[in-house]
């Protein structure tokens, strides 16, 4: 006979009654459960599985217990265990940070189809939050040159620990409103995941968004504020030839590709993320 008394401290019975506590709060409560779970007991996703019957402690149980209820009140699951993978890279996250998204990583691609191997080219990083594109441009393209600024002075103290823990701490990141801190400087490259969500957007009312901080996500009435800063400013910072590369919303492809062509970009092209939205444009000075 089972003995559930035995049984009620194991991993088993712990990654159960989590995944039933999060089953109208989250869409994967098994995952969420899963991660919050290796979390607290830190032990990897094979360790998990391997031994369901190893137990929890009572400080873990408690640690759990109190993750599960603020992700029963809606706090994503990256800001509840501090970190989130980008591109391969594990990354702090904060709650003064935007919680790095998959599409992005559209952005990372359609960057390094422009830089070659082994180059010693100078990029951009605009907005860089927790450092999510440059660390991984850097990554790929260690000779190259890479400053990231920011506004948020706590987000550039998360993207400095990401660009230590990984190895990357030649990343340059800088403090202040988009180009500012780059006075006279020259890319060969701009990047930007800029705030694109209209002040408006229903969907701010919902998920994850609501614990991410609004100067990341929200871009005026049409959500476009930061992307025109960023488009018309560029390329006085471009060398000739140099591309600038945007993330925008879905439904912004047109409206960033005129304000590319009003402002002088050649070569404007608008490219689709893993759902097949359009998801980042790019432009080139000529
Ligand atoms: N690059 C990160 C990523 O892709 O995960 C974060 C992108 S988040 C959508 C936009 C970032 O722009 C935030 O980190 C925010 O602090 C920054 N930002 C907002 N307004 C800014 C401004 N006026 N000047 C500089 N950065 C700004
Ligand atoms: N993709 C994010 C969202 O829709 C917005 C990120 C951004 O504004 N750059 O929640």
Redesign the pocket.
Known sequence: MVDSLGQQHTIAHALRSATVALMRASTSPRLDAEVLLMHVAGISRAELLAHPERRLGPPQRRRLKTLIERRRRGEPVAYLRGTREFWSLELTVSHD??I??PE?ELLVEQALARIPEDSELTLF??????G??ALALAKERPRCRIIA????PS?LRIARQNALTNGLEHVQLRA???FAPLAAEYAHLIVS???YVRCDDAHLRFGDVRFE?E???IAGPDGLD?IRHVTRYARQHLHRGGWLLL?HAYDQGLAVAQLMQRHGYRETKCYRDGAGLDRVSAGRVA
Request: proline letters at 13%; one cysteine or more.
């Open positions: 940070t935007l790095p998204r992005t990083d605009i907005g860089t939050g927790c999510a594109i600024t920011d506004c948020s987000a202040g409103e988009w995941n800029p705030p901080p100067c990341a996500l930061a993330e």
